[in-house]
């Protein structure tokens, strides 16, 4: 059964039972993840900083310069241009990590990276690395080192992109029509990826499984890219595939599945919207930790979100012997 099916889109869970569980050297990811911090244990946590103030020091970006030729310099190219991974300098880094804290990017370094050995740094190496990129990057150095703390890491941020680096829009003239229906995209995109999220409540992504073998077992969404990506990494994808696909609910001329028009232009449904964008980029932040109580207590905002939606719009009251669940008063409030 579809997690998705049980309960407006609610899954079931053992609050009892939670476990908790993490080839580019900076990798592909890096450049899609969005966050970043650390410093000193000399400063106290509420102190917001940036990293303009000198929060790390010229020893510790030796160090991380050493570790990054060894670990990094592959795919990031030695001056952190770029080549098989994103760059980690200039106004194409900050369009990401721009206004974000250092924090999220000390864990994400050594939670996720090298990509094809991740989880092998420690913390204080990721705070190395992170120092070279601030030193490259043509940050200021200061007396003391970048440190470890989270509850410090969060106080210092990058300074805000460049406006040239911000996302521009499509041409006013490119136009994509819907192809298929609300139920079509639900089922095709929005659901499997919701139940590779929803697994993770019994199932840890960190942990060994067999290849999926074409032919000797059903298909399964919640194995997807068994033998060919981490579990972790299937996770980060059905995360990114919520937050991406969720505004092609938006999409003018769609259609339910029962004909009616999907209602794109009313406040609730793009509220509903955002809501689900919101969540696939939550559970993407906790799938970058590689803890898997944290994506099981995001599941629940994944689950609510759907929730919100589905008891206004899909669960319809006064269904029939041919119709139980109602559907044709979908799509309407």
């Known amino acids: 059964m579809s997690w998705l099916s049980n309960r407006y889109g609610r899954p079931t869970k053992d609050r009892t039972r939670g476990t908790v569980a993490g080839r580019c050297a900076l990798g592909a990811a890096l450049f899609t993840y969005v966050l970043v911090g650390s410093w000193s244990l000399t400063?106290?946590?509420?102190?917001?900083?940036?990293?303009?103030?000198?929060?790390?020091?010229n020893a510790q970006a030796a160090r991380g310069q050493t570790l990054f030729k060894?670990?990094?310099?592959?795919?990031?190219?030695?001056?952190?241009?770029?080549?098989?991974?994103?760059?980690?300098v200039g106004d194409e880094f900050l369009s990401v990590w721009g206004n974000q804290p250092l924090s999220d990017l000390v864990t994400k370094i050594q939670k996720t990276m090298p990509q094809n050995d991740p989880g092998k740094l420690t913390m204080q190496e990721s705070a190395d690395l992170v120092a070279h990129i601030l030193?490259?990057?043509?940050?200021?150095?200061?007396?003391?080192?970048?440190?470890t703390d989270e509850a410090v890491l969060k106080q210092i941020k990058f300074p805000a992109p460049p406006a040239s680096a911000m996302p521009r829009t499509a041409g006013a003239g490119a136009t994509f029509p819907a192809v298929g229906n609300m139920a079509q995209v639900?089922?095709?995109?929005?659901?499997?990826?919701?139940?590779?999220?929803?697994?993770?409540?019994?199932q840890d992504p960190g942990a060994p499984k067999a290849a999926y073998e074409q032919g000797k077992a059903a298909f399964s969404w919640a194995?997807?890219?068994?033998?060919?990506?981490?579990?972790?990494?299937?996770?980060?994808?059905?995360?990114?595939?919520?937050?991406?696909?969720?505004?092609?609910?938006?999409?003018?001329?769609?259609?339910?599945?029962?004909?009616?028009?999907?209602?794109?232009?009313?406040?609730?449904w793009i509220k509903f919207t955002q809501g689900l964008v919101d969540a696939g980029k939550a559970a993407y932040k906790a799938s970058q930790t590689r803890n898997q109580m944290a994506v099981d207590e995001v599941s629940s905002v994944v689950a609510d979100a759907c929730l919100a939606c589905h008891e206004v719009y899909r669960d319809k009251p006064g269904g029939t012997t041919a119709d139980p669940s109602n559907k044709a008063a979908r799509c309407v409030p």
């Open 186 to 202: 639900m089922r095709g995109i929005l659901f499997p990826s919701s139940n590779i999220i929803f697994n993770v409540q019994a």
């Open 43 to 57: 400063v106290h946590a509420g102190q917001a900083r940036t990293v303009r103030d000198g929060v790390y020091s």
């Open 223 to 268: 194995d997807w890219g068994a033998g060919i990506y981490s579990g972790w990494e299937v996770v980060d994808y059905a995360a990114i595939a919520l937050a991406e696909s969720a505004p092609l609910l938006l999409t003018p001329g769609r259609r339910c599945e029962n004909g009616k028009p999907v209602p794109v232009q009313r406040e609730d």
């Open 70 to 88: 060894e670990r990094c310099v592959l795919c990031h190219a030695e001056n952190l241009k770029g080549g098989l991974g994103p760059p980690l």
């Open 135 to 147: 030193a490259v990057g043509k940050y200021p150095a200061g007396s003391t080192d970048l440190g």
